[in-house]
């Protein structure tokens, strides 16, 4: 039996639909992600700690869920709010379905709402806090809930996702219709140290891919920390919330800058700037989905990036410290830096793309050759 859901936001909206996955009511800041697919990957970001997905397609957990699909172990997003559910998943390789996971999960779920009128709500008055709720409240005292939830401005929330203790990788991306575990590397050009500000599984198999060792390391480990295991070169990771509440992150990262190659991704690419001496700021509704325009200033070919993110760097607090070399053809945000002289080098958006297209996946052999030298 199918129980009553309410999504109140924090303006007074609220949309009236079914609950499924977890029973009772979950606070989160409510986005939307325009991906077709990839529903599991998106859930599993911890980039989404704190947030409730909205998917924009209309009909998911169509392929059910499958442990090989995750990013980082377990759900990370507090809520989600679909179309329409698919109560039977039709995948060779799903163990259960979205509704069960979800539920194994307790992380809450509302679907049969009008998202389009969701997502359009979102994009006009902006990304704010919600509740989604199946415990019979009334509209206002959810409402009263969201308006009294944190937003993420001035959030650590990377911190307290990190990792507590470093460790290493070295398997290479799987052959998921092989059926063969990956062998891990067995002779490594390079020594990579990775930051994990809210790491996806995916980034460290790419890294592998390209020769790299890696030592995965909490969030607050020191530069000289880092220097002293001697890297060939320095990752800075995906991550939720306001990059400048990280906890000395940028300091951290301005001392490594110039002893070591540096590659940053979204929250690692943010603080990359703040290290140089630059701002972010809160976006609007942000840029999350598999389908964003960036356009290479240095070659002019426009690529098609997965992102997810609700903040970016100001361009103008950068001038005379860093070049920017991509921008998002949507709204002109800055999607990409770098620092020759100090060998380093970010993006906004992501190359691994999982899910999402991989025109940019050959960013990590542009780390690779900064290593090589």
């Not at 050009?189 to 198999?205: C, Q, T, W």
Request: charged content about 20%; glycine content about 12%; some cysteine.
């Amino acid at each position: 039996m199918t129980k009553r859901a309410v999504l109140a936001l924090a303006d007074g909206t609220t949309f009236e639909g079914r609950a499924f996955g977890a029973v009772g009511e979950t606070v989160g800041e409510v986005v939307f992600n325009t991906s077709m697919f990839g529903y599991q990957e998106i859930l599993t970001d911890p980039s989404y700690v704190g947030q409730i997905v909205t998917m924009t397609y209309p009909e998911m957990g169509n392929v059910g869920a499958t442990p090989e699909d995750e990013e980082a172990g377990k759900p990370h997003a507090v809520g989600m709010v679909v179309r329409a559910l698919a109560s039977q998943p039709s995948n060779w390789r799903a163990t259960e379905s979205l509704d069960a996971y979800l539920k194994r999960h307790n992380v809450a779920g509302i679907e049969g709402l009008d998202t389009r009128r969701l997502v359009r709500h979102l994009r006009t008055h902006g990304a704010q806090m919600g509740v989604i709720s199946s415990e019979g409240l009334s509209a206002a005292a959810l409402t009263e809930r969201a308006r009294s939830a944190h937003g993420m401005e001035g959030l650590d929330l990377a911190t307290g996702v990190s990792t507590k203790t470093p460790y290493t990788f070295d398997l290479p991306s799987p052959d998921v219709f092989s059926g063969q575990r990956a062998q891990p590397l067995t002779d490594p050009r390079f020594e990579v140290v990775a930051y994990d500000y809210g790491l996806k599984k995916s980034m460290l198999h790419f890294l592998v891919d390209v020769g790299c060792r890696v030592t995965v390391v909490p969030a607050t480990t020191t530069a000289d920390e880092v220097l002293a295991r001697k890297p060939h070169g320095v990752f800075l990771a995906n991550g939720p919330g306001d990059p400048a509440a990280v906890k000395g992150a940028d300091r951290t990262v301005a001392a490594l800058l110039g002893k070591v190659p540096v590659f940053g991704i979204c929250l690692g690419h943010q603080i990359m700037a703040l290290a140089l001496g630059g701002r972010t700021y809160k976006m609007k509704f942000g840029h999350r989905g598999g389908n964003q325009p960036v356009k290479d200033l240095t070659t002019g070919k426009v690529e098609i990036t997965a992102q997810n993110h609700g903040f970016a760097v100001d361009d103008a607090s950068l001038k005379g410290k860093a070049v920017v070399t991509h921008i998002n053809l949507n709204d002109g945000t800055v999607e990409g830096l770098a620092v020759p002289d100090a060998r380093a080098f970010s993006v906004q958006y992501h190359p691994e793309a999982s899910p999402g297209p991989h025109d940019a996946r050959y960013l990590f052999g542009r780390f690779a050759k900064l290593m090589a030298g």
